[in-house]
T-cell receptor, first 111, second 118 residues
Framework: SQQGEEDPQALSIQEGENATMNCSYKTSINNLQWYRQNSGRGLVHLILIRSNEREKHSGRLRVTLDTSKKSSSLLITASRAADTASYFCATDTSTGNQFYFGTGTSLTVIP | GAVVSQHPSWVICKSGTSVKIECRSLDFQATTMFWYRQFPKQSLMLMATSNEGSKATYEQGVEKDKFLINHASLTLSTLTVTSAHPEDSSFYIC??????????????FGPGTRLTVL
């Protein structure tokens, strides 16, 4: 399977704390993207980081990419209860026109 | 951002029947669309890549005769689940890459179709 791995599988934090999720993947990529999904709903695109970038920010989100380790992390600062959702990384492979999702992290932010 | 729609949003069918799910890119033309399946509390699994004007490319383990994909135009791809069984019950999501973002631009996802097979 081309699917990446994410950890932790589940994360529970208090409102105001930071949340960090990690993603590891298997093949060479052109870019890596992070998505959010509320239970039973569609995907919301959060951020895209290209293979030649190491860090990217968007509001309270900070994404890092280490292509030598084939890993990425998503940091959500000052978390809010509304951030409760599942978060997935997805990789755009450079060998073909495929787009694979990681296993996901379920984040719960306690008010 | 670009918009991708799916129809229907929820379908219930009897075991043995076939169900067609449509995926449309509403404000851009997509030569490539992707179909995913998501079981409860799991991630999205890529099923196949739909190419306009040619055969779809299926991921390993996905039966092409069971999951028929037709990319009839630059704005429409359909997934037909043939002879559906209860184990096919899942959330099916399509996506399309907006070519205006380049070869590796952002993908836009449809809202998903929930299939329940009785």
């Amino acid at each position: 399977s081309q699917q990446g791995e994410e950890d932790p599988q589940a994360l529970s934090i208090q409102e105001g704390e930071n949340a960090t999720m990690n993603c590891s993947y298997k093949t060479s990529i052109n870019n890596l993207q992070w998505y959010r999904q509320n239970s039973g709903r569609g995907l919301v695109h959060l951020i895209l980081i290209r293979s030649n970038e190491r860090e990217k920010h968007s509001g309270r989100l900070r994404v890092t990419l280490d292509t030598s380790k084939k890993s990425s992390s998503l940091l959500i600062t000052a978390s809010r209860a509304a951030d409760t959702a599942s978060y997935f990384c997805a990789t755009d492979t450079s060998t073909g026109n495929q787009f694979y999702f990681g296993t996901g992290t379920s984040l719960t932010v306690i008010p | 951002g670009a918009v991708v729609s799916q129809h229907p949003s929820w379908v219930i069918c009897k075991s043995g029947t076939s169900v067609k799910i449509e995926c449309r890119s509403l404000d851009f033309q997509a030569t490539t669309m992707f179909w995913y399946r998501q079981f409860p509390k799991q991630s999205l699994m890529l099923m196949a890549t739909s190419n306009e004007g040619s055969k779809a490319t299926y991921e390993q383990g996905v039966e092409k005769d069971k999951f028929l994909i037709n990319h009839a135009s630059l704005t429409l791809s359909t997934l037909t689940v043939t002879s559906a069984h209860p184990e096919d019950s899942s959330f099916y999501i399509c996506s399309a890459r907006d070519p205006r973002g380049g070869q590796y631009g952002e993908q836009f996802f449809g809202p998903g179709t929930r299939l329940t097979v009785l």
